[in-house]
Every structure is written in C-alpha cells, then in structure tokens.
C-alpha cells in the first residue's frame, strides 16, 4: 500500500511514529459550490482556512468557488487577523478565540518543549457543549504545536517536508477518511463516524506568493488548485447528501513564514492585516455584506453558534450574529454523537 506521508499527532507527540494508510489521492474537481436549501437547520460545519488569498487573488485565480460563496453567502473582505502575521501564532487565535498576548504562542515552529497551548479551542467547547467531534487536516508542521490528542478530535498533518503532500492530495484523504468514517469502524482514527466539524488549511497559495511572486504563474495555479480543493470537499457533502445541512466558513490566516502580510492591507487604526471572512450555507444569509467589524478570533463563537451551541465562558471570540437568517436556538447539550450516528444511517 503507499505511504503519503499523513500523520496520527497523538502517535507522534507520544513519540511513536505511525503513517496513516490510505488509497491514492483524488483528482480534484474543479466544479462550483452546489446549492443548498437555507431552511435546514445546520448539522456539520466545514472551515476553510486559506493563505495568500484576498479579494484582488479571485482576478488572478480566477477562483469560482471562493467568489460564488462569497456571492451567495454573508461577507466581508476586511476582517482582522492577528499580529505577528506568522502561520502558528495566527492559527492559535483561531482556534484558541484569543489574541497572540493571551494565547502567548509567539513563535512559528513546533517545539515540543513547549507543550500544547493551555487555553481550551473551539475543539473542546464543541465537545464540552454538545458532544461534537471535530476532524482537522492541517497542511504545516509547525501546528503540531496546536494538536492536543483527545478522544472528540482527529489530527491528519503533513507540510513541507512531505514532497507528496499537496493540496490535491489532501482531497483525496478527506475523501477516504470520510468513506472509513461512515463505515461506523473507524479504522483507527479517533472519531467512528462523520464529524461535525471539519476543518481544512490550504496554504498552497500563500507559500506561492512568497517563493515566485503574486504575478507569477505558480501563484495563480495555486489558487486555483486551492479552489478545486473547496470546490471537491463540497462535493464530497453533497455526494453523502449532507450540503444542504452543512455550513461554510472561509477565512485566511494570511501569514507567511517571514512574518510579511503577504500582499494584504492593514486595517486602519489597528495595524493589522486585513482578511477575507465568508460565511455560506445553510442558516447564513444569502448576498449579505457583513457591516460589524469581524476577527479572525470570532470563528470558533460563531462555529458554535451555527449548531446551536454555548460556551460560557471568558473568551474572546464572539458570534457574528448578523449573518444568521434565524434566531439564536441553544441545542440541547450532550446530544451529538448519537444524533449523528441517526443523520448518517448508522
């Protein structure tokens, strides 16, 4: 069988080397979001994180996919990030809903002296509210920092140092993983069926950008390669019948391993670079401009505000209620696992 090169984070943090085994990579399918039906309450939440990617980037592409959820959903191109402008400090606000000086990962490289971060992510409130499991493919070594091994969350990671690990690639395992994961085994990952949450970081663009140039040929077919990964994931849901119970979530980290903001303009009075946030599917207003300011950081309340879920808790991340098309409903907690297994026929 071939070996791409995917990891199992718990088996590595351990210390204990393990590939994950799966079939030959996908061709990725370059085909448009397919639409959904707003009236269904959402079950699973899919997030894009990007890089190298902003509103001038769909000219260059062109990227389809990215500009009809952008259309058709709720929008904004000058969302915030976070400073510095480096991948793991960025993806730690993210995930952990707080700014760089409370979260305190500075750095931009996996040391596992330093251990994994001490604040909860949007990982374990899903959990902790309402039992919900999360599968994240990251695309960079050094967010081995951020993969803290629990029994609610399945880590695959590659990077650089995988010649073989590429944004067509990753398709392919999402696809396989999925197949495994409805089989109600597992085989061997953490979560037995579908997750809820799904997280996918793409950086093919952004490494691009900074190795030939924004008007360089690699970048351009890196954004496109970037949107056939979306365009191929969404169409993965809508072959399992999930996308019209599904909502999306499109964001860019923007950062580069130089720390530049890699083509991005600083939001004025704060310094910080200024991002795509994008929002479709179902719940989410349809051709909406987002007119509150947003952060990177508010991804994970508004994660768990699209199922119907709350933290209570102290952290910075807020909802962006604005984009709803209903009412706030507060899921009964507990309940995820063995709703899921129902919603897939398990």
């Known amino acids: 069988m ?9 088996r590595i943090i351990a210390g204990c080397a393990a ?44 990227m389809p996919v990215l500009t009809r959820l952008a259309k058709e959903g709720s929008a904004t191109w000058t969302a ?13 606000s993210l995930v952990t809903g707080m700014p760089v000086e409370k979260h305190g990962i500075t750095w931009n490289a996996f040391d596992f002296i330093r251990g994994y971060p001490r604040p909860p992510t949007v990982f374990d409130y899903l959990d902790l509210s309402g039992g919900r499991d999360s599968a994240i493919f990251f695309m960079d ?21 995988k010649p073989e690990c590429s944004t067509a690639t990753v398709v392919g395992y999402i696809n396989q993983y999925f197949r495994k994961a409805t089989s109600g085994h597992g085989y061997g990952h953490a979560i037995l069926s579908l997750p809820h949450f799904l997280v996918v970081h793409l950086p093919e663009a952004g490494r691009a950008g900074v190795a030939s140039g924004r008007n360089s040929k690699a970048y351009k077919d890196a954004l496109r390669s970037v949107d056939g990964a979306m365009g191929s994931i969404l ?75 709350e933290t209570h808790t102290e952290w910075e ?30």
Not at 80 to 92: C, E, G, I
Not at 148 to 155: F, G, V
Not at 319 to 343: C, H, L, W, Y
Request: aromatic share 6%; with cysteine.
């Open 317 to 346: 991340s807020r909802a962006v209620e604005e984009i709803f098309t209903s009412p706030k409903v507060v899921a009964a907690e507990g309940g995820g696992r063995s709703d899921q297994s129902k919603s897939m026929g398990n």
């Open 2 to 10: 071939a070996d791409y090169g995917w990891q199992s984070v718990g």
């Open 141 to 161: 070594e050094s967010l081995y920092q951020l993969a803290k091994p629990e029994p609610y969350t399945d880590y695959q990671m590659c990077g650089p140092l």
């Open 80 to 92: 915030t990030s976070v400073k510095p402008a480096l991948r793991l400090p960025s993806m730690a």
């Open 235 to 309: 169409g993965i849901y809508k072959d399992l019948g999930l996308v019209n119970r599904t909502t999306v979530f499109v964001t860019v980290i923007n950062s580069d391993e130089t720390g530049k903001l890699n083509g991005a303009s600083a939001g004025a009075g704060t310094g910080l670079p200024q991002v795509p946030w994008i929002a479709w599917g179902a719940g989410i207003k349809a051709g909406y401009a987002i007119k509150a300011p947003v952060s990177i950081i508010d991804t994970g309340a508004t994660v768990l505000r699209t199922l119907g879920l």
């Open 19 to 62: 590939l994950l085994i799966l079939g030959s990579p996908l061709p990725l399918r370059a085909a448009p979001a397919p639409s959904i039906t707003p009236s269904v309450p959402p079950e699973h939440v899919i997030l894009f994180v990007l890089e190298g990617v902003d509103q001038p980037a769909l000219k260059a592409g062109p």
